[in-house]
């Protein structure tokens, strides 16, 4: 399992996937099918799918948690609450946005009791007795109660319900703020899942708490710019200065990113085909389109590192879209927007509701495309 997580980590996601399956393999054979510790293993590769956006694969390995973790007794406490948080963000990828919420909310009452510094507990000789945590103990729980309100406010905000979704926002960060600090992984991600709700919702200016620079700086705090956190935040503040036609600030971070990726990963790490994959949309933006096509397709066919159902393809074939739409290659587009569900469905909405409720994409109402 720590295999796969360096291999998630270094960009490497061929070799994640089958280092997952295999520490999956070996876990089944030598924990045993029916046992706890491989119920675990299977959420802690629900979670793995999550962070590298394959929601559907997450989904699977989750089926096959609670198949485990119910028929033995083991669904509960911290096992549940683990299971609970990775279904949440999985359905909340898949567009389950409803039942995201109903199962995080279901889970507030058990982490917020657990976020405590000291607790109490009853001994063997039925006394009630209290214990300090230690420190390690006490950082694992807010850590806990952190994520879950995060994912919450995520849920809240991609349902389109803004105002839940700012005000468990902003008592996270808050809470975060005062037990976790502004430079704790937490925080950073409550920021940033924060600013990409605003992003997505219209807001073209950010407060400025939310400032993805500014929650960049956060993280460099106690973190490496090359955590996976701290790429997402270069990509989406290269995406805003695009749209902000900030030219000279575009250049300066897009070289500092260029050198962290440069330093920090393999040629072969899919990091450097993010990259690549944020510069057509600046391209796109200029409306420099020659040759666009022929490069953006050459990325998804002949880029071993990608894998078809990756989110990386997903977005680059997005682009394609854009592109097809912005010349007016109306037949072009209704062929990409084809192969883009195709690629989706793969990697997110297969057992979500994904496209599945017959809205047509511009593409297809203008060439026709559609049954």
Partial sequence: MLLSKYNLASGYITDFESNLQLAITNSKSIDKENSQAY????????????LNGSYRIAREFLTQAQTVLDAGGFMKD??????SLALAEALTGQGYFEEAVQI?????KYFIGKAVKQETFVDEKGN?????????EMIVRFNDYANMLTLLGNAYGNQGSLKSADSVFVYAANWIKKNLGESSLAFVRNQFYNANILVENGNEHLPKELEYSRTLNNLKIKHSASHYLGISLYEEYLRQLQKENSQARYLNTKVEYEKMINK????????????KAVEFDAKLDKAKTRNLENQANNLITNTTSLPHNNMVTVNVTEFLYGLALYKKELYQCGKISKRHYRNKGKSIWYGGPGNSSGALTPCQ???GQYE
């Fill in 128 to 136: 009630l007795k209290s214990r300090k945590l230690s420190e390690d």
């Fill in 264 to 275: 920090n990963f393999k040629s072969n790490s899919i990091y450097n085909v993010r990259l």
């Fill in 104 to 108: 995080l909310n279901e889970q507030e």
């Fill in 365 to 367: 109402f203008l060439s």
């Fill in 39 to 50: 119920g675990v293993k299977l959420i802690e590769a629900a979670e793995l799918n999550n």
């Fill in 78 to 83: 911290v096992v549940k609450g683990q299971y």
